[in-house]
């Protein structure tokens, strides 16, 4: 049995929770994401609409632009996780990004054309790209492992209450308000900021997940060793295995708002409703968030993170198949829900356990970097054969590559189904 040399974690660090229940720094991080959601997500659920109908861009541009949605962030996410271990307090590293973004909405509501909307996201991605690795390994570390998955989807949850709220507020806006669009990029601006005070005042500023936990009689050897941080060593075998994997299954995997500009285009609704396609993926999403991490910590993690991909090929073949019809609109927004509740804490949650804490949010960092940066290809991508052949056929041709892919992906991360903690190093928490 482990013993801590101490009562009391390292000072403005949370100690893990060993019984199962969720900590308070997972909370915490979970209203943080609340509140920045509704800030990012209710600019989200008008962008794309606005740039084609109302700014009047081509499926290419707005492919460019998704595409800088989806993977600026890969730019600085490894240097951030990086930053997050050498200094083990990625508090810091993540107020940093939540700033970044904040500033971000301040931007949006001076940018005048494209170019400078373009900055703007960029700017809001970098942010999101320094924050999310450090973050997650906050939820890690104050994590009882063997309930990992359900640490995650109760801040996914959390995170897409925000992600529901946000898209609403957007929506009653612009109902109330004729081309209210500053008004909803002000309100934005409110909501950031509130979320970085409270990342700022009320998260700890260290994990404690160096602490060191040792077998009786050992304690003269971990008081002279350290760790030290080595970025090899977030290099495991399992995490090159499942950046790759998860980097061929993002290829496959284009923006909500092609979908949904699909659905759009069928006639399955009034423009009007735009916004509230996000309210309705994001409600499945917090719905089932909890459920999905409850069943990967059960099924296995690998698993479902693989399979979830299924709902998203589903909901290609609605949008492509819908004709207009109600139901199948209705299908492809909740299925979407579906594979990011299977998918979003899921690929954090294996990464995570893949490598040693030490360098946890660099593993997390790595796989989320293959992960965006495949999504700006595939945004990109489908915005050039969405020109080149349409929606209908474009959607078909993922879906049925998507497909194809997940049988391919399961094989290859067979040995890796049953996911245990790597081993550490001595004086670690194991």
Known sequence: MYLSLSDRPATGAEPRQRDGRVSRTVVTLGIVSLLTDISSESVSAILPLYLTAVVGLSPVAYGLIDG?????????????????????????????????????????????????????????RVGKGVRTAPRDAMIAASS???????????????????????????????????????????????FAVLGVATMACFVPFRTGARAPLVEPGERQR????????????????????????????????????????????TGGFAAQWFPVLYVGTNLAYLALAVPMGRLADRVGRVRVLVLGHLPLAAAYLCAATGSGMLWTTCAAVLLLGVFYAATDGTLAAVAGQLVPETVR????ATAQTAVALA???????????????????????????L??????????????????????????RS
């Open 361 to 364: 949010a660099s593993g997390i």
């Open 144 to 190: 009882d492992p063997a309930h990992l998955g359900r640490s995650f989807g109760v801040h996914r949850a959390l995170d897409t209450i925000g992600a529901t709220l946000g898209p609403l507020l957007a929506f009653v806006i612009l109902w109330r308000i004729a081309d209210g669009y500053d008004t909803v990029l002000v309100v934005s601006l409110g």
């Open 375 to 401: 999504r700006l290809v595939a945004a990109t991508g489908f915005g050039l054969l969405w020109y080149a052949v349409g929606p209908r056929v474009a959607l078909l041709a993922v879906c049925a590559v």
């Open 403 to 428: 497909v194809a892919a997940i049988p391919a992906g399961l094989a290859v991360m067979r040995r890796a189904l049953v996911v245990e903690p790597v081993e550490t190093p001595a004086g670690s």
């Open 222 to 265: 971990a008081s002279v060793e350290t760790n030290t941080f080595r970025w090899r060593a977030a290099l495991t075998p399992g995490l090159l295995r499942l950046t790759g994997v998860s980097a061929v299954l993002a290829l496959l995997t284009i923006g909500d708002g092609f979908v949904y500009l699909a659905l759009l285009e």
């Open 68 to 124: 800088l949605y989806q993977g600026v962030s890969s730019l600085v996410r490894i240097a951030a996780g990086w930053a997050a271990d050498r200094t083990d307090r990625p508090q810091p590293v993540a107020l940093a990004g939540y700033a970044m973004s904040a500033v971000a909405r301040l931007g949006l509501i001076f940018a005048g054309g494209f170019g400078t909307i373009s900055a703007a996201i960029s700017l809001d």
